[in-house]
């Protein structure tokens, strides 16, 4: 489970990462990141300290299967992807697509997907 200080939640965000975050497919997911998102600071001081911490966001689409399917996919996804948060850099944004062959892979396919895509993102 991603804590709440690591979950991108605005709609406006996930589309500027996606846009213009850098991006890289590899196997069943496409991973996009975007350093130093301009995010207004409000609120309390714990939630202006979170806005440090690295955001994820899922997205898995209809094509990926029904919604069994799809809960199955984004809940290995996120499982993880929480193990790999502290790999990312502090203050970027991530944003990661499934790809329709997720519906078909298992939690370490994933998961080894997702470090290639972090590899090469961060090179």
Known sequence: ????????RRSADFSTVVRSGA????GSVVLHLHHGLAVPITGPASEQSALEAPKVGL?????????????QVSR???????AR????PLG???????????????SQ??????DAAIAKVLR
């Open 23 to 26: 991006r890289a497919r590899r």
């Open 76 to 82: 290995r996804l996120r499982a993880q992807l929480a």
């Open 1 to 8: 489970m991603l804590p709440a200080k690591n979950r991108l």
């Open 59 to 71: 997205i898995v689409g209809k094509s990926v299967g029904n919604s069994v399917i799809r809960h």
């Open 85 to 88: 948060v502290p790999r990312l």
């Open 92 to 106: 970027s944004y991530t944003v990661v697509r499934a790809l329709p062959a997720s519906a078909a892979s298992s």
């Open 109 to 114: 396919e994933l998961g080894s997907d997702l």
